[in-house]
């Protein structure tokens, strides 16, 4: 009979590596704790929670030295998320213990301070959106998308299936009817949505159809609803969830489904450590699962287009297709406007005129600009003095209606200003618009008003309350006529029939971003917000711009998919991108600079050590000699273009002698280059970039880990992004 526990206490040290042996007690004999199991335990002078990661009859610590758990909690982690963490842990370069936290039961915590559970009534899942009382007849692209699917679900193997589908043509239908399939087949669904906005209508869609057998999971539930629905799903009462991207650890038995709605969404990303990409985590546990993993997207990733092979032959297996709208509907027109040259850099005359006619008709319109508050910034007119984070070295953005400035990283707010404090002076700029200026302005140009004609905004300023994104959602379906104004939230999957105008405003912002992946994004946020219009009636998208002649735009215009993804796939190669490589940005961050410098030079230092013998991988074999040399001229920018300001390059960075160790080798360190300060850190960063990626995710690891235990660099912390988004 097992007598040890392997606990790993969960703390956030990464220098602390478990997991340690705990003796059980008589009374937790006999198959009361396994793995999995959360107890309290002793560890370093305090009480802390831990989880059973495995059991043993004998430890290498001698036993009067072990300590013997304290209590066991009645609720545990299921088996196969204690696996599916500790690949977590490993995949993006964390620790088990930090992996962990994403699987336990909401506030475990409370539990070690032995507080109780109140009783709470569940929300009531409303739907917002298209109503469809009766499940709509498919067609013929439909019916063949889901006989696939159906085989695969028999099969009850790991499978993987791409949906490709305009806006429009159903693809909301066929996760319903494939989760129907799991369902019969007493298996178990999860389905994900990039956003929190969207899970009202999404969640009020699958509870038409599923009923109680629908659970909902976000982390702007109320404590006691997220774990009254976690309890459910945790004891079958519930089979189907929904949810943004951590109800990809939803504690479902039997997974027969994992749904992946609008994957191209770079919201699945997680920005704390781990820093985990759900649609990789879907793909492990769909394959621990013997689970259909089922990815859909009117605008596919890169990423996934190459696995299914998209580009080629429609034949493939892995990819499916609704190339039209379920009504026979066409996609909106779309028009580019110039505004190089435009007085008014807020809105063209064509997009007043526009919204103008919108009201005239009693119609609806979605407008879409990805920058919130009021003003970008403001500065004195007199000395020059800009307002910036105290914490951060950022620009203050000013929120008018609420009379203050903040930071958009580190959440710093301050009274905005009458007068300049540095000079006296009262004259003080605001520079740029956001989505609270645009709806201010308007409201004002349009005469809306609440009951005739209303001007909401959807950000993230205004969701914040409880049931804040369904309540403006539904206040907007029920308008008679209206606009919705907001950033990327409003392109993301909202089906209103009634909308026929679209405008992107400042279309090209995107583009200008040190990210190798602007123009997928921006793409994708002018060929989503396409997708709002004219499902109902025919409709018309206007797109205002700087860059009419750009490679995105001018393909979002024509409803182009395959051919921005052939022409980016191309790019990719040629310059040894993603998919074609992995990034991994390694970001050590410290009160002072020299700290963090003398820690990423030690970094820089291993990592050149460890990575330069790695062998090289098929693909980085198969690359001319053309390639690599354009390869390496354009090496300088890929700290840049993975979305970082360098204000540093070290010695050699971008010189001939690295071109050289790029062609022999499958990896390469750039870097340390200086960050922009932030939430009151210096930061120094590297980046990894590796034909092959699980040698250089281990490598990475061990080196951090090494770098970690050094007590030169105790005040360092250090954080790792593989694949960073």
Request: with cysteine; proline share 6%.
């Amino acid at each position: 009979m097992a007598s040890i526990a392997q606990v790993e206490p969960l703390t956030t040290a990464r220098a602390l590596r478990g997991p340690f042996d705990y003796r059980l007690p008589e009374e937790l004999l006999g198959g009361t704790v396994g793995v999995g199991s959360m107890l309290v335990v002793p560890f370093a002078r305090r009480q802390v929670l831990g989880v059973v990661v495995g059991l043993s009859e004998e430890s290498a610590v001698a036993e009067e030295k072990l300590l013997a758990p304290l209590r066991a909690l009645d609720l545990g982690v299921p088996v196969e998320l204690v696996a599916l963490a500790d690949w977590i842990a490993a995949e993006y370069c964390s620790t088990i213990a930090r992996a962990l936290t994403l699987v336990l039961p909401p506030g475990a915590a409370r539990r070690l301070s032995g507080r109780k559970r109140r009783a709470v009534v569940r929300s009531e899942h409303l739907p917002v959106g298209a109503r469809r009382p009766q499940p709509p007849p498919l067609t013929p692209a439909q019916e063949r998308a889901l006989r696939s699917l159906l085989d695969a679900l028999g099969e009850r193997r790991f499978e993987q299936r791409l949906l490709q589908g305009v806006t429009g043509s159903g693809k909301t239908e066929i996760y319903l009817r494939a989760a129907a399939g799991a369902l019969e087949r007493e298996r178990g669904a999860i389905v994900l949505v990039p956003e929190i906005a969207l899970t009202p209508q999404i969640v009020g869609r699958f509870a038409e159809r599923f009923g109680e057998t629908v659970a909902v999971l976000h982390s702007r539930l109320r404590p006691g609803e997220r774990y009254e629905e976690w309890r459910r799903l945790r004891t079958g009462e519930a089979r189907v969830c929904v949810g943004p991207r951590s109800a990809v650890f939803a504690p479902i038995e039997r997974l027969g489904l994992i749904v992946v709605d609008e994957e191209h969404d770079a919201s699945y990303k997680h920005e704390g450590d781990p820093r985990y990409d759900a649609r990789e985590v879907a793909v492990e546990r769909a394959r621990c699962s013997d689970a259909l993993l089922l990815l859909g997207s009117a605008t596919p990733r890169p990423e996934s287009a190459r696995r299914a092979a998209i580009t080629d032959d429609a034949s493939q297996t892995r990819l499916l297709r609704l190339p039209a709208r379920v009504d026979g509907r066409p996609l909106p027109r779309v028009s580019v406007l110039d505004m190089r040259g435009e007085q008014n850099a807020g809105l063209h005359p064509l997009t007043v005129q526009a919204l103008a006619q919108v009201r005239e008709d009693r119609g609806k319109a979605i407008v879409l600009l990805n920058r919130r508050g009021w003003s970008n910034f403001l500065s004195c007119r007199s000395c020059g003095r800009v307002w910036s984070c105290p914490e951060c070295d950022v620009a203050l953005v000013l929120h008018r209606r609420d009379g203050f400035l903040a930071c958009h990283h580190c959440g710093h707010r301050e009274p905005a200003p009458e007068r300049c404090e540095q000079c006296g002076s009262i004259s003080v700029g605001r520079h740029g618009a956001g989505t609270e200026r645009v709806q201010h302005d308007l409201a004002a140009a349009l005469e809306g008003d609440e009951d005739r004609f209303p001007v909401l905004r959807l950000d993230a300023d205004t969701v914040g309350a409880d049931g804040g994104v369904a309540t403006l959602l539904r206040r907007f379906e029920a308008a008679e006529s209206g606009v919705l104004i907001g950033t990327q939230m409003v392109a993301k999957g909202h089906d209103f029939p009634d909308v026929t105008l679209g405008v992107v405003l400042d279309a090209d912002a995107t583009l200008r971003f040190p990210d190798f992946r602007a123009e997928e994004r921006t793409f994708a946020l002018i060929a989503q917000l396409a997708g709002r219009v004219g499902r109902g009636a025919e409709g018309r998208v206007l797109v205002q711009t700087i860059a009419p002649e750009a490679r995105a735009i001018d393909h979002a215009s024509r409803h182009d998919s395959d051919g921005f993804l052939a022409g980016e796939l191309e790019r990719r190669q040629a310059l040894r991108y993603p998919p074609f490589s992995h990034l991994i940005r390694i970001v050590c961050a410290a009160v002072e600079s020299p700290p963090a410098r003398a820690a990423a030079g030690a970094l820089a230092e291993r990592l050149n050590d460890s990575l330069i013998n790695l062998p090289l991988g098929s693909e980085t074999a198969a690359r001319t000699v053309d390639e690599q040399a354009r390869q390496g001229r354009r090496e300088r920018g890929v700290l840049a273009e993975t979305g970082m300001r360098a204000e540093r390059v070290s010695p050699g960075f971008g010189t001939r002698a690295t071109e050289d160790a790029v062609s022999r080798s499958s990896a390469a360190v750039l870097g340390p280059a200086a960050l922009f300060r932030l939430r009151g850190q210096e930061r120094q960063v590297l980046v990894v970039k590796a034909s092959e990626r699980r040698p250089a995710v281990r490598a990475v690891g061990e080196a951090v880990r090494r770098v970690a235990e050094d007590r030169a660099h105790k005040g360092v912390s250090f954080s790792v992004d593989v694949d960073p988004q």
